[in-house]
């Protein structure tokens, strides 16, 4: 089974709008972390916003929230008033703690901003 | 003030020409991965070290070795290259294993094979 599934291969936003990001995660781990990872066109990996499985809140980091639904096994990126330089692939990744060799990344979301 | 640092960007080689790419950290963290990314693709995890501890993904091909010689240093070599391991190259470091902790990567390493 699939340790993380972005079902959205590509999205398209309106400048200034805000925008979520899919995530689902399948893990049995009680302790596990969440990341959010940006890749512009020029190749590095940028890490964006954290979400522990025991953190009550819902992380945010300026414009990037994270919406975790723990019993649903979902953690959404919503990014809030979108730039033209959010377009990039994003990333969704988790870690967990008795499986800790392995940094399993989804397949990405690919968001255009457009003007 | 780079932390993960990668050389070259760009590298090109010739089919079946032994290649190594670098990586350098800054952080002193312990763990020090290889992911192998092809286009509009996850990274794919090859090895990574903990500290000196080599460990190798099941799936990674023996045609990928890699050395750290050091806590701040470690490299990539391709010893074969084939036209399929053209790809994107990423470096990250991260201080250690533990769930909450995030991967610091590199600006990665554009391979091409000719």
């Known amino acids: 089974a699939q340790k993380i599934t972005q079902t959205q291969p590509g999205m398209f936003v309106q400048e200034k709008e805000a925008v979520t990001l899919d995530c689902t995660y399948d893990?049995?781990?009680?302790?596990?972390?969440l990341f959010w990872y940006k890749q512009p066109s020029s190749g590095e990996m940028i890490f964006l916003i954290y979400?522990?499985?025991?953190?009550?809140q819902n992380a945010t980091e300026g414009r990037y929230s994270l919406n975790f639904q723990k019993a649903r096994k979902s953690a959404n990126l919503v990014i809030s008033a979108s730039q033209l330089g959010d377009s990039a692939m994003y990333f969704c990744?988790?870690?967990?703690?008795?499986?800790?060799?392995?940094?399993?990344f989804g397949s990405g979301t690919k968001l255009n901003v457009k003007p | 003030d780079a932390m993960v640092i990668q050389n070259p960007r760009y590298q090109v080689t010739q089919f079946g020409k032994p290649v190594t790419l670098s990586c350098s950290q800054t952080?002193?963290?312990?763990?020090m991965y290889w992911y192998q990314q092809k286009s509009s693709q996850a990274p794919k995890l090859l090895f990574h070290?903990?500290?000196?501890?080599?460990?190798n993904e099941a799936d990674t091909p023996d045609n990928f070795q890699s050395r750290r010689p050091n806590t701040s240093f470690c490299f990539l070599d391709i010893r074969s290259p084939g036209l399929g391991d053209a790809a994107m190259y990423l470096c990250?470091?991260?201080?250690?294993?533990?769930?909450?902790?995030?991967?610091?990567f590199g600006s990665g390493t554009q391979l091409s094979v000719l």
């Open positions: 990250a470091t991260s201080r250690d294993r533990s769930p909450s902790e995030k991967l610091f």
């Open positions: 893990t049995s781990d009680p302790s596990y972390g």
């Open positions: 979400q522990g499985s025991y953190d009550q």
């Open positions: 990744a988790m870690r967990e703690q008795y499986n800790f060799n392995k940094f399993y």
């Open positions: 952080l002193n963290h312990n763990v």
């Open positions: 070290y903990y500290d000196k501890d080599f460990n």
